[in-house]
């Protein structure tokens, strides 16, 4: 099956300052890359995705870039403020194709932004 | 709508005993997992189902069981609580776009504790 991994495990940025966090995955079939930020004591949320026939994605000061032929995607986060600390995990889906869907998870990346 | 609902919040097992979470969803999803989250370890993929009646495993499956028989209820059952057990359990649905994405919710989340 699929392996993502995700680094670094733990970040710490000030205020204000860029964060990246990179992923790599095993499976060239492999065509959606969501990432979901989790929150103390919360479930994951979505907050960005991209497909594999785009390369880059921006969201307000969120951005996610995707390399097919490295089969590796990053997550930028600019001016990163205090409510941006929180676990944030990458995924990846083959689509609904014979996984049905299914997500594989990296094993998450703690932020934490100092004021 | 309320999104994923999950029971208990938190649960305290003693070992061999037997109980069933509880995940419910009101967005009409067909496809519904659960996953366990341990620290360092990410979210892994117990079991998951397409569709009321389909069922399949994930990978770390050995010692809950699933069902479902409606759309909206997916339950997970431990047998014979085992301290491996410890974990947070989260239930998420999600869709399937036309585009092939496949954005999963997540519930809140149960914290059990099997001593």
């Known amino acids: 099956g699929e392996n993502v991994e995700q680094h670094p495990s733990t970040l710490s940025v000030q205020e204000g300052d860029s964060a990246v966090i990179k992923c790599t995955y095993s499976?060239?079939?492999?065509?959606?890359f969501p990432w979901y930020k989790q929150e103390l004591g919360k479930g994951p949320q979505l907050i960005i995705d991209?497909?594999?026939?785009?390369g880059e994605k921006k969201d307000q000061r969120i951005a996610v870039t995707l390399n097919k032929t490295a089969k590796h995607f990053s997550l930028h986060i600019t001016e990163t403020q205090p409510e941006d600390s929180a676990v944030y995990f990458c995924?990846?889906?083959?689509?609904?194709?014979?996984?049905?869907?299914?997500?594989?998870f990296g094993r998450g990346t703690q932020l934490t932004v100092w004021p | 709508n309320a999104g994923v609902t999950q029971t208990p919040k938190f649960q305290v097992l003693k070992t061999g005993q037997s109980m069933t979470l509880q995940c419910a969803q009101d967005m009409n999803h067909e496809y519904m997992s659960w996953y366990r989250q341990d620290p360092g370890m990410g979210l892994r993929l117990i079991h998951y189902s397409v569709g009321a009646g389909i069922t399949d495993q994930g990978e770390v499956p050995n010692g809950y069981n699933v069902s479902r028989s409606t759309t909206e209820d997916f339950p997970l059952r431990l047998l014979s609580a085992a301290p491996s057990q410890t974990s947070v359990y989260f239930c998420a649905s999600s869709y399937f776009g036309v585009s092939g994405d496949n954005e999963q919710f997540f519930g809140p989340g149960t914290r059990l504790t099997v001593l």
């Open positions: 499976d060239s079939a492999s065509n959606y």
């Open positions: 995924a990846a889906s083959m689509g609904r194709g014979s996984t049905l869907g299914r997500l594989y």
């Open positions: 991209i497909r594999s026939n785009v």
